[in-house]
């Protein structure tokens, strides 16, 4: 059953925990390997360069959560026949 996301809620789970807005947002593979890809770069902090990818993958990962749940939000009112589907 689909359901509305807000996509607020979609970025700050994935504020709080990398790959969490991601499973709001029912993408669980998606999720699985945020998750997955996280704790590789907790792995690569000991070796300086997972201070940068940690971060830039955690702003990513707020990023895609947010985008992804406004999209869904989308489909969905396009299924409904509340909005016109879009030429492309």
Do not use: C
């Not at 707020?62 to 489909?75: L, T, V």
Request: charged fraction near 15%; avoid cysteine; proline fraction near 3%.
């Amino acid at each position: 059953m689909e359901f509305k996301r807000t996509p607020l809620i979609a970025a700050v789970l994935s504020f709080l925990f990398t790959g969490l807005g991601q499973f709001y947002n029912q993408q669980h593979l998606k999720g699985t390997i945020f998750v997955l890809v996280n704790l590789l770069n907790l792995f690569l902090m000991w070796f300086v360069v997972g201070l940068f990818t940690f971060f830039i993958f955690w702003i990513y990962n707020i990023y895609d959560a947010y985008k992804m749940a406004k999209r869904a939000n989308m489909k969905l009112a396009r299924q409904k026949g509340q909005v016109e589907p879009s030429p492309n």
